[in-house]
């Protein structure tokens, strides 16, 4: 069964970023111990101006897995007052289109 | 020296999907035989009330090679005016925080 991708784009004001890391991490930390959780990539944007400055891509086993993940404690993390600061735009995805793999050493 | 990671996040309405495909894959071909091209993925939501229903994940050797890909063909494509429909938020990224590696048989 082929995994399923979790992708949250995040507006991070410049000067922002350490408190934002501060809070994302607590979740990441959660979510990292979660049964179907397989890896994740957090990248920052080279320029500051643009809009999704952080986009976390993540792999999960399944949809079921990861809609268990979002517990009580989940919950709990996410609705801190700190995150209005940090619009996110998350969602799941599945990969409907592949070429090279993501790890430095793809075929060129 | 590490890849540099090209995210690009598309809006694209319910039932536009093909001729949005259609476009974007005119420009994923082109930027495929570039110098410094690696890898890509194209994602679509699971979720049709997402905002950003397509994202596009790319690997290149660095942000020159990147750039010097945008070149007068490349402009062509992009200005073609059904790319108004599909508004994108593009940006390159430096990958900050990594664990595992999305291949789907990373440690777990």
Same mark, same amino acid.
């Given at each position: 069964m082929p995994e399923i991708i979790f992708i949250n784009s995040f507006e991070v004001p410049v000067g922002r970023d350490e408190d934002f890391l501060l809070m994302w991490k607590q979740i990441d930390d959660y979510m990292r111990g979660k049964p179907g959780y397989r890896w994740r990539r957090l990248h920052r944007s080279l320029d500051p101006e643009a809009r999704? $400055?952080?986009?976390?891509?993540?792999?999960? @086993?399944? &949809? @079921?897995?990861? =809609?268990? &993940?979002? =517990? @009580?404690?989940? $919950?709990?993390?996410? %609705?801190?007052?700190?995150w209005v600061e940090f +619009?996110?735009? +998350? %969602?799941?995805?599945?990969? *409907?289109? @592949?070429?090279? %793999? +993501?790890?430095? %050493?793809? *075929?060129s």
């Open positions: 999704l $400055r952080y986009v976390n891509v993540a792999g999960w @086993e399944s &949809a @079921e897995h990861f =809609d268990a &993940a979002h =517990d @009580e404690t989940f $919950r709990h993390l996410q %609705s801190q007052p700190g +619009p996110a735009h +998350p %969602s799941l995805y599945t990969v *409907v289109q @592949e070429d090279g %793999s +993501p790890t430095g %050493s793809a *075929v």
